[in-house]
């Protein structure tokens, strides 16, 4: 592993190299006071205090932290997470001066993962860029070794077959096809709202061979994650949470969980590239009214057992499968609730 | 009423502003320090504190003074109110019979030019009868006849029905709590983190009844970020809402993950010793994390102290007792000055306890007499 030193220099080159070129960009709805400190954290930072930068960023994480769960997520101005990413970044680079340690670069990353969950961009994904600036220079001890003994996920399938698979008599089931036409799939599926389940779409995607607990963990082991925790979002005992790729995995799939852990809806792609690598945007998804920006993938990695409440999704959906198989239970046509249902795509392994 | 004794004004907490805490020395202070305020030996009657600047208004003259962030000064007035979106403040106008002036300032003007908005204000209705005083409306944000009360967002002139009969009103981040002549509580607003007191997470649009608290006289109501507070006549305090940070002293799940235990998150034993234990139930099992409060829930100090007063930061809680010692628990209190939970300067110089009043604010505390005690945002 290369030195703290290494890893400093590896973080200025990504930095802007003056605290004038340090671009801060915040509207009116930023108090004049936040934009002090802030521009106060930037100067102790290119100032080399620190301490003092820690303290400040600290105070400005706080301060918009509160700002972020004041109201609806949606109505959150954009402004204040840009301001929560500001701080996460100097507070990241800042716990990783020499001499660093490995407890250090561990914060580090889990700032930048704070900052990409609940910030918004700055400084062209800046934060995307420290986060795999400090992904190399983890000691080798954090990594988790593979388990020679575990086996692919698909593989997992055939032997954990427990799960009651509901019968269900055949004019009640959803059409499967293999790779219909654009124009097949929009007449029949898209514009009249039914769904579908599409065959051989994602055979050829990286994931289908790649995927496995110790390739998710060897990518994204240590990144901060957020994990719901309960039977379902019904309930009462249900909770969000935050924990890393690892320990999730270690609490609430590997080793027989006690409870239930779910990773739910989570743009994960966004937020760890590399696994975006390993999956393709299918070509139906073009077909949509909207922009191809609005566009969002999410992820949902989960033990057996996890079960999402009947709901109704704004948009259409494109669901992708990997692993163990799901049932998915959907209200029948005609009316109002089965607009935007979704057109599954699932496949095996 | 008996008059206001003068007090001495401490402070501690973030003052990375500069605002006019103890010594100054660095941006945060830990243990109360006498405070610098402007112009050392002025008479403050009031204060109000927000995250980045502190208002002082004193008594005589009516002088606002501004302190931290933004620094200033202006006459003539009677009570401010000190947010960080919206400076109020409440003017009487020259000679007899003029009106009362409410205005709304933008915090960086430090009372110069124009305020954003101003109007006039009808007076506080004389009542009659025992304790006159002490019915008339509360302070800011509460306008003194009781009939409306200032927001930091637009609208921010906002009307009270006469029947509430409002007493004293207290905002949180989200939503409001009054305290009525007859000692009822009543809240409104965003109810996501259960801080209405209601038993849901639902908003409610108008001032609702606390149905949990019927039959118990309030004497005091104050509200946090995202929780709620109310004090009985008894003593006893009522604590709700969100308690992400420890606020409410109940079991926290952050606390418990940053190495700190419960139980500092709320205090002392009941024979007032330190306790410093896992959190743990009695099978050793760990004890369960309450991370919402929706319904109002009894606290009980140590020694059984009755309770006078009290004041919310936005994540966090301060309580002074009837025998004159401060209380402290939630955010910063466990992180920044882990183990603070009493007035450390009653060790230091026991009659000065008595004589201080506790205004804390941001992380700041400004004590004063030990009869107040103020927290505002964090």
């Known amino acids: 592993m290369a030195g703290p030193d290494a890893l400093w220099e590896a973080l200025w080159a990504l930095l802007p190299r003056t605290k004038e070129e340090l671009k801060l960009e915040l509207g009116e709805k930023v108090e004049g006071s936040v934009v002090m400190l802030l521009q106060e954290a930037a100067e102790l930072f290119y100032g080399d205090k620190r301490q003092e930068c820690l303290q400040t960023c600290e105070a400005l994480l706080d301060y918009s932290w509160e700002k972020l769960n004041t109201g609806p997520w949606q109505h959150v101005d954009k402004d204040w997470r840009r301001v929560f990413s500001f701080s996460c970044l100097l507070k990241a680079v800042c716990l990783c001066a020499p001499p660093g340690d490995a407890a250090s670069v561990a914060a580090a990353l889990k700032a930048c993962d704070m900052g990409l969950l609940m910030g918004a961009a700055i400084l062209g994904d800046i934060l995307l860029k420290v986060t795999a600036v400090l992904q190399k220079h983890l000691p080798s001890g954090k990594r988790p070794a593979p388990d020679p003994s575990q086996e692919p996920l698909g593989i997992k399938k055939a032997r954990n077959d427990h799960v009651p698979i509901p019968d269900v008599t055949s004019e009640r089931t959803v059409p499967r096809l293999h790779c219909p036409s654009l124009q097949y799939f929009r007449e029949h599926f898209l514009d009249p709202g039914r769904p579908v389940i599409l065959e051989g779409v994602a055979d050829h995607w990286p994931c289908m061979r790649k995927w496995s607990l110790e390739y998710i963990q060897e990518i994204a082991g240590c990144r901060t994650v957020p994990v719901e925790v309960g039977s379902r979002y019904t309930d009462e005992e249900w909770s969000q949470t935050l924990m890393t790729v690892d320990e999730f995995i270690s609490k609430y799939v590997r080793n027989e969980p006690k409870d239930i852990g779910y990773l739910a809806q989570h743009q994960l792609f966004d937020q760890i590239p590399e696994l975006k690598q390993d999956i393709s945007i299918p070509d139906y998804c073009c077909l949509g009214s909207g922009e191809e920006e609005e566009i969002t993938i999410n992820a949902w990695f989960g033990p057996q057992g996890t079960i999402s409440p009947l709901h109704q999704d704004p948009q259409q959906n494109f669901l992708a499968q990997v692993g163990a198989a799901q049932n998915i239970g959907l209200p029948p046509p005609p009316g109002p609730a089965t607009r935007g249902l979704a057109a599954l795509c699932t496949f095996k392994h | ?354 004589q201080t009043h506790l205004y804390p604010h941001g992380e700041e505390v400004l004590l004063q007499d030990c009869e107040e005690v103020c927290f505002h945002d964090f």
């Open chain 2, 1 to 354: 009423m008996a008059e206001e004794r003068r007090g001495a004004w401490f402070g501690f907490g973030f003052c990375g502003f500069g605002q006019a805490l103890g010594s100054g020395r660095g941006r945060q202070v830990h243990s109360p320090e006498p405070l610098r305020a402007p112009g050392a030996g002025l008479d403050v009657c009031r204060v109000s504190a927000s995250w980045s600047y502190t208002a002082f208004v004193t008594r005589g003259g009516g002088q606002v003074e501004l302190s931290g962030f933004t620094v200033g000064a202006a006459g003539g007035c009677r009570d401010a109110w000190a947010s960080e979106e919206l400076l109020v403040v409440l003017r009487t106008g020259p000679g007899p019979g003029a009106g009362t002036e409410l205005q709304a300032w933008a915090p960086g003007s430090a009372l110069r030019g124009e305020p954003l908005w101003a109007q006039t204000v009808p007076e506080a209705e004389r009542e009659d009868g025992p304790g006159g005083d002490e019915t008339q409306a509360g302070p800011l944000p509460l306008l003194p006849c009781a009939r409306a009360y200032v927001s930091p967002r637009p609208p921010f002139y906002r009307p009270l029905a006469p029947t509430l009969r409002a007493r004293r009103l207290e905002l949180g981040a989200e939503h409001a709590l009054l305290l009525d002549a007859a000692g009822q509580v009543f809240s409104w607003g965003g109810g996501r983190h259960g801080q209405l007191g209601h038993g849901t997470l639902e908003a409610e649009p108008e001032p609702r009844l606390l149905q949990a608290l019927q039959g118990l006289t309030m004497a005091e109501v104050a509200a946090g970020g995202w929780h709620s507070l109310c004090v009985s006549e008894a003593g006893d305090i009522y604590i709700w809402g969100w308690n992400e940070s420890g606020q409410l002293a109940l079991p926290t799940k952050s606390l418990a993950e940053d190495g700190k235990t419960t139980a500092e998150a709320s205090g002392l034993n009941e024979d007032g010793s330190e306790v410093k234990r896992v959190a743990g139930g009695e099978d050793g099992a760990p004890a369960p994390f309450i991370a919402v409060q929706p319904f109002p829930a009894l606290l009980d100090l140590p020694l059984g102290s009755d309770a006078v007063k009290a004041s919310c930061g936005s994540r966090h809680t301060a309580v002074v007792t009837r025998t004159g010692e401060l209380y402290t628990w939630g955010w910063a209190v466990a992180r920044k000055a882990s183990g603070y939970s009493k007035d450390s300067s009653t060790e230091k110089t026991g009659p000065l306890a008595s």
